[in-house]
Nanobody
Framework: VQLQASGGGLVQAGDSLRLSCVAS????????MGWFRRVSGQEREFVAG????????NYALSAKGRFTISRDNGENTVTLTMNSLKPEDTAVYYC????????????????????WGQGTQVTVSS
């Protein structure tokens, strides 16, 4: 399985962005998926995750109320819609997947995922 993330860019505070991540290869093996972000020099940080069936989603406190994660298993895509962006949201965003179709499970730790996309830069100016 390979993951390809896209949708990053440079926006102003208060703007919105939509990040997409497409799974290819043995995409039917993809279970829980998530988005993480990393600021240079810092650890990777959980942003949002969604279960295989899309019925369960979890968010970091910083994302709750502003970001929405969704998935379309028919299109092998997970999307992160980010509203009311803040300068502190500036980071490289990574999508991740676990190749185990476990229902109702969301992982908030990077250790829960075994496949990672290449990252897409999000820059929010003040």
């Amino acid at each position: 399985v390979q993951l390809q993330a896209s949708g990053g860019g440079l926006v102003q505070a208060g703007d919105s962005l939509r990040l997409s991540c497409v799974a290819s290869g043995r995409s039917f093996d993809v279970g829980p998926m998530g988005w993480f972000r990393r600021v240079s020099g810092q650890e990777r940080e959980f942003v949002a995750g969604i279960s295989w069936g899309g019925t369960v989603s979890n968010y970091a406190l910083s994302a709750k109320g502003r970001f929405t994660i969704s998935r379309d298993n028919g299109e092998n895509t997970v999307t992160l819609t980010m509203n009311s962006l803040k300068p502190e949201d500036t980071a490289v965003y990574y999508c991740a997947a676990r190749t185990s179709r476990i229902s109702g499970v969301v992982y908030e730790s990077p250790a829960g995922y075994n496949i990672w996309g290449q990252g897409t830069q999000v820059t929010v100016s003040s």
